[in-house]
C-alpha cells in the first residue's frame, strides 16, 4: 500500500468520484475525522466538504425503490437455491445502465405500487373486521330470531349477554325464584362463559337488572337486526369477494418481473450517486480546491493516474507517500497470493488480517490446510465427489467470490484423493470387501494406528516449528537478535530435546539439550521484568511453558482420530447397505449408499474444515501470529441487486 493525496478543482470533484468509483481501486481517509485534522498540520485552516443539496433527493428516490422492491419481492418468480447460487447477480455495463436509466419507470411504478399496498391494505382491515364479526356471531348462531325482534318489544325487555360459567345454576335459580313471569334461555356455553338471553315484563326489568349485575352479566351490544346465522352467512360471503379481489391485485404483481428488474437498476443507479455525494464528507476543501487523501495499492499507481486524467484532463495533483511507521495500524489490508494460496486467504480472513508490518501467513497456512484437511477427511472417493462438485461449480458459477469458493473446495478434494491413495479407502471399503478388487495403499488406518499417529504428530512438530521459524524472521527483521535466540532458538532445542527423551533416541544429547533450553528459558523469559522477583517469576512461568508446547503437538493426534472415524463409518455404512435381502437390495443399495455416504461426506468434511482451521488458529498462529488489521474496503460501485461491469 501507498498513500495518495490529491488535490482537484471543486467543480470537477463529481466526475472524478465518477471515475474512482469504476476504477475500485482506492480507499478514502476520513479528512473530516478531527484526529485526523490534528495528525497533518496543512490540513488545519480547511473547511470541510459538503454532501450537496442533490443528496436528499437522490436519499428520497433511493427510499421509494427500495420500499417497491421490498413490496414487490415475495410475489416475484424465485430461482432455485442453486440455479441462483450459481448464477450470481444479473451483470450490466455501467453506460448501459445510465441509458436504461433514462426510460426507466420507476416512479410510475412507484405510484401504482402504493395504491395497490393502500388497497390490499384496506381488504385486508375490512376482512379482519369481518372475521371478528363471524367469531363473535358464531357464539349466538343457535339464536334463532332476527335482533331486531328484541329492540321492537313492546311489553317486556330483552336480557342478552354473557355471564361467568361457574355462576349458571345459582343465576338461574334466583332468576326464577324473584322473577315469576321471566323467561331465560342459554344459547351457548364454554368452559369461560355462558351465552344467555332473558325476556322479563317491563315492571321487573329493574330487579332483573340487579340479579344479572349480581353474577356479573356483560350485554351484547345490539347492532345488528338479522338473525346470527344470516349475518354469519352473508359475512362469509363477503370474505370470499375480498380474498377474491385480493388474489386479483397479487396475481396483477406477480406479472411485474419487468417492473422489478427496472427497479434493480434504478436502485443501484440513484445509490452510486448517492455514495458519491456521500464521499464528500471524507473531504475538506477551500474555496475552489477539494483535498482527498486516501490508500491504494503501489502497483496501481499509473492506472490511478491515468483514471483520473482520463475524467478530468491534467488540472490536478497527485502525489503518493509510503507507509510511515505511524501509520502501520491504519493501513487497510489486502491480501495478495497465487492462484494456490489465494484460495485460502478466506481461512485467514475469518481469525484475522495481518498488520501491515507482519507478514500474510497464507501461503504457508495454505500448505498444511491442504495436508491437513486431506488426512482428516482421507477418503478418495469422497475426494472425488468434491473435485467433480467443484468444477462443475467453477464451470457455471459467473460469481468470482463463488469461483473462489469452488477452488478451495477443489484443492480439499484433491488432497482427500491423495490421502485416500495413502490409506486405500475409496467409499470405505466398498471395492475390497464387496468387489473383490484390491486397491493399493501405502497405510492400512486399522493396522497402523501407531505409524499414523506418529505421523500426525510429526506434521505437528513441524507445524509449530515453522510457527516459530517465522516468528524468529520476524524478530531478526526488526533487528533483534537476542529475542530471536531467547525466544526461539531456546525453544528448539527445548523441544527437540524433550522429543528425544520421550522417543528414549539420542543418549545424553537429549537430556542436555533439555536442560540447555529449561536454562536458558529459566534466565531469559522474565527479562523484561523491572524487578528481580519479576524475572523469576518470568523465568519460572517460561519454563512451564514447555507443558503447552507439548500439549500443541499432541492435539495434531486429531488428524488421526478424524482419518479413522471416516473410514471406519463409511464401512459401517457399506455393512449397513449390505445386509438388505435380495431382491430388495439391488432397488434399495443404490439408494441408500449415495444418501449415506453423502451424507458421511458432509459432516466429516465440516468436521476437518473446522478442526484443520482449529489448528492454524491455536496451534501456529499463537506462535507468531498478531493480526488486528483493517481490510481493504475500495469506494467502488454499487451493486447490491446487479453486478455493474466497467
Known amino acids: 500500500m501507498n498513500k495518495f493525496t490529491l488535490l482537484a478543482f471543486e467543480s470537477q470533484k463529481q466526475q472524478l468520484l465518477e471515475e474512482l468509483q469504476r476504477f475500485e481501486g482506492v480507499q478514502f481517509i476520513n479528512l473530516q475525522d478531527q484526529e485526523t485534522v490534528d495528525k497533518y498540520e496543512e490540513l488545519k485552516g480547511l473547511k470541510k466538504d459538503e454532501l450537496g443539496g442533490d443528496f436528499s433527493e437522490y436519499e428520497s428516490a433511493l427510499l421509494k425503490i427500495k420500499f417497491s422492491l421490498d413490496f414487490l419481492k415475495p410475489y416475484m418468480e ?54 371478528t364479526e363471524i367469531s363473535t356471531l358464531s357464539l349466538w348462531q343457535e339464536f334463532d330470531a332476527p335482533f331486531s325482534d328484541l329492540k321492537n318489544l313492546k311489553y317486556v325487555s330483552p336480557f342478552i349477554g354473557t355471564f361467568a360459567t361457574q355462576y349458571e345454576a345459582d343465576l338461574i335459580k334466583e332468576f326464577n325464584e324473584v322473577l315469576k313471569n321471566g323467561y331465560i334461555e342459554i344459547v351457548n356455553k364454554d368452559v369461560q362463559d355462558t351465552y344467555m338471553y332473558a325476556l322479563v315484563p317491563k315492571e321487573d326489568e329493574d330487579k332483573a337488572r340487579d340479579i344479572l349485575k349480581e353474577y356479573g352479566f356483560n350485554s351484547f351490544a345490539l347492532v345488528h337486526d338479522r338473525t346470527p346465522k344470516i349475518l354469519i352467512e352473508d359475512y362469509r360471503k363477503k370474505v370470499v369477494e375480498l380474498n377474491k379481489e385480493e388474489e386479483n391485485i397479487k396475481s396483477e404483481l406477480k406479472k411485474l418481473n419487468y417492473d422489478f428488474e427496472n427497479l434493480e437498476e434504478a436502485y443501484d443507479y440513484y445509490n452510486n450517486i448517492a455514495l458519491r455525494l456521500k464521499t464528500s464528507e471524507n473531504f475538506l476543501r477551500t474555496e475552489n480546491i477539494v483535498t482527498i487523501y486516501g490508500w491504494n495499492t503501489v502497483e496501481t499507481n499509473e492506472i490511478l493516474k491515468d483514471s483520473i486524467s482520463k475524467s478530468i484532463g491534467e488540472d490536478y495533483y497527485l502525489n503518493f507517500s509510503e507507509v510511515l511507521k505511524e501509520d502501520i495500524e491504519d493501513v487497510p489490508i489486502k491480501l495478495k497470493n497465487n492462484k494456490f494460496s489465494e484460495s485460502f486467504e478466506s481461512i485467514v480472513e475469518m481469525y484475522s488480517l495481518p498488520l501491515y508490518s507482519e507478514i500474510d501467513p497464507t ?31 467453477m464451470k457455471f458459477s459467473k460469481d468470482k467470490n463463488k469461483q473462489k ?47 499414523i499417529f506418529a505421523l500426525s504428530l510429526g506434521f505437528g512438530i513441524i507445524h509449530i516449528f515453522v510457527g516459530l521459524g517465522i516468528k524468529a524472521y520476524m524478530l531478526i527483521k526488526e533487528h533483534k537478535i537476542k529475542d530471536a535466540i531467547y525466544d526461539v532458538l531456546s525453544w528448539y532445542v527445548t523441544i527437540i530435546g524433550s522429543i528425544m527423551m520421550i522417543a528414549g533416541k539420542g543418549g545424553s544429547i537429549g537430556k542436555w539439550m533439555l536442560i540447555g533450553g529449561l536454562i536458558t528459558l529459566f534466565l531469559t523469559q522474565g527479562r523484561s521484568a523491572p524487578t528481580l522477583g519479576g524475572k523469576i517469576g518470568g523465568g519460572v512461568y517460561g519454563v512451564y511453558g514447555i507443558t503447552g508446547y507439548l500439549g500443541d503437538i499432541v492435539s495434531y493426534s486429531r488428524l488421526l482420530a478424524l482419518g479413522l472415524a471416516t473410514g471406519f463409518i463409511a464401512n459401517a455404512l457399506n455393512l449397513i447397505v449390505s445386509l438388505f435381502p435380495k431382491p430388495i437390495i439391488y432397488v434399495l443399495a443404490p439408494i441408500l449408499f449415495v444418501a449415506l455416504h453423502l451424507f458421511n461426506l458432509l459432516i466429516n468434511a465440516l468436521g476437518s474444515y473446522v478442526h484443520a482451521a482449529r489448528l492454524q488458529y491455536l496451534e501456529f498462529f499463537n506462535k507468531f501470529y498478531e493480526g488486528g488489521g483493517k481490510k481493504f474496503t475500495p469506494y467502488k460501485l454499487s451493486e447490491e441487486y446487479i453486478k455493474i461491469t466497467k
Open 78 to 131: 424465485k430461482e432455485s437455491t442453486l440455479k441462483s447460487f450459481l448464477n450470481g447477480k444479473k451483470a450490466l455495463n455501467y453506460k448501459d445502465l445510465e441509458e436504461k436509466i433514462k426510460t426507466n419507470n420507476w416512479q410510475e411504478v412507484y405510484k401504482n405500487l402504493k395504491e395497490k399496498e393502500k388497497k390490499l391494505n384496506a381488504l385486508g382491515n375490512e376482512r379482519t373486521k369481518l372475521e
Open 405 to 451: 469458493t469452488f477452488k478451495f473446495f477443489l484443492f480439499a478434494g484433491i488432497s482427500t484423493i491423495m490421502w485416500g491413495a495413502v490409506y486405500g479407502g475409496w467409499f470405505g471399503d466398498l471395492f475390497p470387501e464387496y468387489f473383490g478388487i484390491k486397491i493399493p495403499f501405502l497405510l492400512d488406518p486399522p493396522n497402523s494406528i501407531i505409524e
Open 363 to 393: 501461503p504457508i497456512l495454505s500448505v498444511f490446510y491442504f495436508i491437513f484437511f486431506g488426512m482428516m477427511l482421507s477418503d478418495g472417493g469422497y475426494g472425488l465427489v468434491m473435485v467433480i462438485a467443484a468444477l462443475l461449480g
